[in-house]
């Protein structure tokens, strides 16, 4: 092949199907071929015609290699022999001509070539990394050739019209017949190894000097486990099976040895036996005495039901008797002053807020869509597409009077086009195009050559990553994608009071108002108005509310609201009618009243832990709920009891209830006797006469402590599957964004699937002398942009800017536009990357790396790749002591689940060891105290071990909803603690009175199915485990004292 002899239709030339022997070139042409082939001297087997062709056209490729020297010098090698080799005869064979404007030119050619220089061409090339992109250069130069052979293929395709490429086909073949006289062409390849062209480790890891950096194979850290059989269990598991059978066993033979003993005591171990009952001497022979006077009860106030009760129990008898009797006797100015404080509180409404930044607020949980679906990218889908871009592009807002719509606030980082994330982008966003370019073939084809095909490119110059607009496939099989994903990248303004934010803000409104398809609003209105006294307050002292506070609402009607106030009205129920109405009240909130004190009070200090947990959400809503929980119970002794004293008044006075107006005649009187009715009801029935006598066998109690213990453990056991995870790995190489393209090469543990875009590499490739289609200036020391045709003129000295040179040249590259000339023109890719506050004088303050993560699709991959890359910066950080930070945009919404572990376990010990110090203040019983801490130890772990069978995450709601259930718990356990320390008898007796008079007003409120898993849990604890317990371990060695009229027996 020798000259040109004509031009295809796009203007590429074709060379002429002549043999010709070499000649000798003048020296200008001489000096122009050695610059580019330096293998050839002498005489040559081009014009200057085909060697500025093929200099135009590799210059396109330059600037995706010249980061790899050897690389680079491979690939001209190439085409340089293919060009100008004075040998072009011995392995160069015109297999097909045409005639273009009646010359005959070469159609197609066959390129014998050895299989040595293949691999040598394509092993220098394979890892060189184009960083504007995040990706290889062969993705783009070899359409991501796997082989040198399919590298080969690409090249030697026949381009299609106005495609980068061959102007006519290429056939690469390795040998040919000796009889031929032909022979391969063999010139020696260069190693990207080579010290005298040294590549980056970056873009050669096989180098020998790059040999201490390889990155480490993925190590999964094995976890312990037991095989017997075919049985295979974590040793986590079988230790906790071998304790729970000694445990078991030893509680067995206690038990059995215990029930022994009692069956046959001995004189010498009956005296014992009344200790360990309680020391109650005169209980087992003795019944309770229910006529004892109000008087002599006010009189030692530490005796109850002939019971001696704490000092801090005692006294709270005392104030609550008073306290009922003047409620009872002054009920109007107790209901209104109560209500005007909370009235008063409310007014701290009209400084209310909500909380809207996101950073502030925890994201609710996704649920992942689960299944294999079919592909999305069909005609109807793509069209269907269309239709919804139309309407997101036809969206306005008002903002300030001006109609803003998307163009008006996308991020356009090449000139007047959105850089929408969109398969739309493969037809430039117009449905026009979509006939016109092949319809879904035309997608199809773009997945796979999306970076060099021209009609593929976005209508914002750019290439568009089909992982970035897809979802739903594996590897590169994009046309199993089962989902769009369409990304509309806003300018990122950093003044939150700015125009530019508010227009982003106006139009996103806009925009959720047509993506919103219901809004279901049910009850928010009775919600709100429970909690109002609370965020009035906190409202009133500039604390924003949001909208996880919403979630409080059921924890505080259920928590101490309903249940405190039914177990008030059970217990005006249990009071003899024959009373005046001043001693029913007073005797009933001496019953309850300290129970319902210690229960409040523990649920305040249990929620109020949640002040201390850094989650701005959490910290929040845990102040709302604590005051809120304090204001409910104030409430209840306050303005419920005077209602409850309405009530009664209304009763007496035979009025009908909720229309106290009207009066009913004294012959219907008797069926209201208000709710002073003393009938009890089914469930109170139930646990009097069949849960309690149940409860009371030795072979229930023993199956009780047995099967409760095993669920403890078992949930011991589960609590270590919430979040499984592995320790992250990263190597650490010399340089920060090499060790970026490092950690790409293990995806699964550093989470990071591409090498980094480096700025400082892609600003060395632009100015360098190879990229002669890059950095050029005109004479006058001005910016020459790629497409004017200028001489170019360098002025660096080893391929290195000198400080001034950088100065003048860092904003020409951040300002180059990309062209087909040079591709790595700064503007757009990097225009936000470099910080240049300060640049005149020699010092860039910041500069930032980008790449891609892995696709994440569960909650606990986003937490892991950003754990991933805070050790990965953190050890970056050390090595070249240098601050460095990575960020994504989820990462402020993730960044609170790091330390999550941490958070819930200090949380949860705080709020139960509140509560224990509470219990152990008001009842003076370490025992029971110590009980209760661990039936509410357990319900948590039992809780936890059920959010590992759903598969729930620990994540900021569910440490919220933990600390709740602590609080939630109490009311299960306290009010049962409390009914039974006051209780008379033996313990069997004790755990009787105690449910038939309190169980049934714990239990009856909460039976409501979205807190079934927790309402369960406190149920079978409290009401189950705990009366059980306290038989066989609470040792009580207060003295109980039996007082009857005028005189005392002990």
Known sequence: MYDICGKRSDGKVLNCPYGSPSVKPDDLLSSKIQSMCPTISGNVCCTEAQFDT???????????????????????????????????????????????????????????????????????????????????????????????????????????????????????????????????????????????????????????????????????????????????????????????????????????????????????MKPMLNVMDGSELHSMNRPKDDNLS???????????????????????????????????????????????????????????????????????????????????????????????????DGLRANFSGSMISLTDICMKPLGQDCATQSVLQYFKMDSRNYDDYGGVQHVEYCFQHYTSADTCMSAFKAPLDPSTALGGFSGNNYSEASAFIVTYPVNNAIDKEGNETGKAVAWEKAFIQIVKIFLGLAGVMLVMLSVLGSVGFFSAIGVKSTLIIMEVIPFLVLAVGVDNMCILVHAVKRQPLELPLEGRISNALVEVGPSITLASLAEVLAFAVGTFIPMPACRVFSMFAALAVLLDFLLQVTAFVALIVFDFLRAEDRRIDCFPCIKISSSYADSDKGIGQRKPGLLARYMKEVHAPILSLWGVKLVVISVFVAFALASIALCTRIEPGLEQKIVLPRDSYLQI??????????????????????????????????????????????????????????????????????????????????????????????ELKGFESGIIQASSFRTYHTPLNKQIDYVNSMRAAREFTSRVSDSLKIQIFPYSVFYMFFEQYLDIWRTALINLAIAIGAVFIVCLVITCSLWSSAIILLVLAMIVVDLMGVMAILNIQLNALSVVNLVMAVGIAVEFCVHITHAFSVSSGDRNQRMKEALGTMGASVFQVYYFQMYLALVLLGFLHGLVFLPVSYIFLLQSFVIRLSFTRGSSKS
């Open 294 to 392: 109000s008087q002599m009860l006010e009189d030692v106030p530490q005796i109850r039901n002939g019971v001696q009760l704490s000092i801090v129990q005692g006294y709270m008898s005392n104030f609550y008797r008073r306290y009922g009797t003047w409620v009872a006797r002054h009920p109007t100015i107790m209901l209104c002053s109560s209500l005007a404080i909370v009235l008063v509180l409310c007014l701290g409404l009209i400084r209310f807020k909500v909380e809207t930044r996101p950073e502030k607020l925890v994201l609710a949980t996704i649920p992942d869509a689960n299944g294999i679906s079919p592909s999305i990218v069909t005609e109807n889908n793509i069209k269907l597409l269309f239709e919804i871009q139309k309407k997101v």
């Open 54 to 268: 093929l200099r135009t056209q590799v210059q396109q490729a330059i600037p995706f290699l010249v980061g790899c020297p050897a690389c680079l010098r491979n690939f001209l090698n190439l085409f340089c022999e293919l060009t100008c080799s004075p040998n072009q005869s011995l392995f160069i064979n015109v297999t097909s001509v045409s005639k273009v404007n009646n010359n005959l030119t070469v159609d197609g050619i066959e390129f014998i070539i050895t299989d040595a220089f293949g691999e040598g061409l394509y092993n220098s090339c394979k890892d060189v990394k184009f960083g504007t992109m995040n990706t290889r250069a062969i993705d783009f130069i070899g359409a991501g050739a796997k082989t040198f052979k399919e590298w080969f293929a690409f090249i030697g395709t026949r381009a299609a019209p106005s495609v980068p490429g061959s102007p006519y086909a290429i056939n690469f073949q390795p040998s040919i017949a000796e009889s031929s006289g032909m022979k391969p062409m063999n010139v020696s390849t260069y190693s990207c190894g080579d010290n005298s062209l040294g590549c980056s480790c970056g873009d050669c890891p096989s180098a020998s000097v790059c040999s201490g950096y390889a990155p480490p194979s993925l190590h999964k850290e094995g976890s312990c486990s037991v095989r017997i059989g075919s049985l295979k269990a974590k040793c986590i598991e079988f230790s906790l099976a071998i304790l729970y059978i000694i445990l078991v066993t030893i509680f067995f033979g206690w038990g059995l040895f215990h029930r022994t003993r009692e069956r046959n005591p001995t004189p010498r």
């Open 741 to 834: 393209a490092r950690a790409s090469l293990i995806p699964e543990s550093s989470y990071i699937a591409k090498p980094a875009a480096s700025w400082l590499d892609d600003f060395l490739v632009w100015i360098s002398p190879e990229a002669f289609g890059c950095c050029r200036k005109f004479t006058n020391g001005s910016y020459c942009p790629p497409n004017d045709q200028c001489f170019r003129h360098s002025d660096l000295y080893n391929d290195r800017p000198s400080t001034a040179q950088f100065r003048e040249k860092l904003p020409w590259f951040l300002a180059a536009l990309p062209s087909a000339d040079c591709s790595k023109g700064g503007h757009g890719a990097y225009t936000s990357s470099v």
